[in-house]
């Protein structure tokens, strides 16, 4: 990664995202372990300047941040804008099914959000949310088998994040990152709710929709016969 020659300057957002995509690269390649991996992570999203974060990847190839283009389509390179959800003296959620972007910021002064990532579609497999809580609170909700990490502290407030490893390292992983003041911000899985179910009512909603097709009268057979099974699992 090329960072600027000044390394006193203050990292964006943005630089800290390149970082953390170049160590998800190393890891993938084997260069990094799994505890390195997320022990570094941790660290870049806290990075304050240019040359901390500079720290995560010296003994990194340069450059790795940026693979080649892929030749199939890639959900990784879809523009995804940033999610921001705000509640000033009131109160805001996003929940349901909705996409989660890269980054997530939540705001809550003199109020409360929640953000509810146990039915979102994650089309990134790093997700930050960034949390602020001023006299206010913010409840961050993930599913039981993504990686759940926090990064920040609380001033006369509470942070806390229940920690979590998924078993496949393919998983999700969301970090937490941010403050609270003279308020609140918790982050923990939502018990019984699986990235896998997810995925699983998608395949059956497109497993449906081929089969209302012409010539389905035992497609229709196969398909409460596949429903079946897929409940019984």
Do not use: C
Request: overall charge negative; aromatic content about 6%; cysteine-free.
């Amino acid at each position: 990664m090329d960072l600027h020659k000044n390394l006193e300057l203050r990292a964006s957002d943005a630089e800290r995202d390149r970082v953390v995509d170049q160590l998800r690269e190393a890891v993938a390649e084997g260069r990094l372990t799994p505890e390195e991996h997320a022990e570094r992570v941790e660290g870049a999203l806290a990075a304050r300047t240019l040359g901390e974060l500079e720290e995560y990847v010296r003994d990194l190839p340069a450059g790795r941040a940026a693979p080649a283009p892929a030749p199939a389509f890639d959900l990784e390179s879809l523009p995804v804008a940033e999610e921001n959800v705000t509640a000033v003296f009131s109160a805001a959620s996003r929940t349901g099914r909705w996409r989660a972007g890269r980054r997530i910021n939540a705001y809550a002064i003199f109020g409360s959000v929640e953000i509810d990532l146990s039915e979102a579609v994650f089309e990134h497999q790093q997700v930050t949310v960034k949390a602020v809580s001023v006299f206010g609170s913010v409840e961050v909700y993930v599913p039981e088998n993504v990686t759940l990490r926090g990064t920040g502290g609380g001033v006369l407030g509470n942070f806390e994040v229940d920690t979590a490893d998924a078993a496949d390292s393919n998983a999700p992983v969301i970090y937490v990152d941010g403050w609270a003041v003279l308020g609140s911000v918790e982050a923990r899985p939502r018990r019984g709710s699986l990235v896998a179910d997810i995925r699983d009512r998608v395949q059956r909603h497109l497993d449906r929709s081929r089969h209302k097709h012409p010539g389905g009268g035992h497609g229709s057979g196969a398909r409460r016969h596949l429903g079946g099974g897929a409940r019984e699992l």
